[in-house]
Antibody, heavy 117, light 111 residues
Framework: EVQLLESGGGLVQPGGSLRLSCAAS????????MSWVRQAPGKGLEWVSS????????WYADSVKGRFTISRDNSKNTLYLQMNSLRAEDTALYYC??????????WGQGTLVTVSS | QSALTQPASVSESPGQSITISCTGSSSDIGSYNYVSWYQQYPGKAPKLVIYDVSNRPSGISNRFSASKSGNTASLTISGLQAEDEAYYYCSSYTRTSTPWVFGGGTKLTVL
């Protein structure tokens, strides 16, 4: 059974930083791309970033490009999202997802990021 | 504003069928078969119900079907049940600077 457990969310001031983690289990981690998808309170889903299994390629939404960095540690089966220069509009529940060909096959339960002074 | 356009809400009676549309462009749905659909209950994580335009993952009821025509993808749920009441999101690969886009979501109400 695929399990994805996000952590690292919390309250941060505008301009601050936060690093999210996603611990994966139940599948061969290196064989899958991974993604972060966020959902602002009461809003729809927004893709944030994706990374290939061997970290060869990364992609970012225009809204986070230059501020967020996706990475993974395959020895720890863990996905990361380093978020810098956070803005109020980054407030959302952040999901990690097992990804293949631009499809999110399994999702975690999410970690909440609140950007507020 | 989402790159993919979905109706904000749809409703139908139990036992009936409903189709949810997802309209994109020639940069996404019209050119690629990486169209997927997700079901989300309030307070829960999304769940994949359709991938690659019309394929169902293991465990998804065959009451869920999907297709695409031109720049529009469609999700059809037949034999509606109360448990189908949820939000549904489409997504697609797109050859723009943001390669993965989601629709704004559709709230399905089973009357």
């Amino acid at each position: 059974e695929v399990q994805l457990l996000e952590s690292g969310g919390g309250l941060v001031q505008p301009g601050g930083s936060l690093r999210l983690s996603c611990a994966a289990s139940g599948f061969t981690f290196t064989s899958f791309a991974m993604s972060w998808v966020r959902q602002a309170p009461g809003k729809g889903l927004e893709w944030v970033s994706s990374i290939t299994g061997t970290s060869t390629n990364t992609w970012y939404a225009d809204s986070v490009k230059g501020r967020f960095t996706i990475s993974r540690d395959n020895s720890k089966n863990t996905l990361y999202l380093q978020m810098n220069s956070l803005r109020a509009e980054d407030t959302a529940l952040y999901y990690c997802a097992q990804t293949q060909f631009w499809t999110a096959y399994d999702w975690g339960q999410g970690t909440l990021v609140t950007v507020s002074s | 504003q989402s790159a993919l356009t979905q109706p904000a809400s749809v409703s139908e009676s139990p036992g009936q069928s409903i189709t949810i549309s997802c309209t994109g462009s020639s940069s996404d749905i019209g050119s690629y078969n990486y169209v997927s659909w997700y079901q989300q209950y309030p307070g829960k994580a999304p769940k994949l119900v359709i991938y690659d335009v019309s394929n169902r993952p293991s465990g998804i009821s065959n009451r869920f079907s999907a297709s695409k025509s031109g720049n529009t993808a469609s999700l059809t749920i037949s034999g509606l049940q109360a448990e189908d009441e949820a939000y549904y999101y489409c997504s697609s690969y797109t050859r723009t600077s943001t390669p993965w886009v989601f629709g704004g979501g559709t709230k399905l109400t089973v009357l």
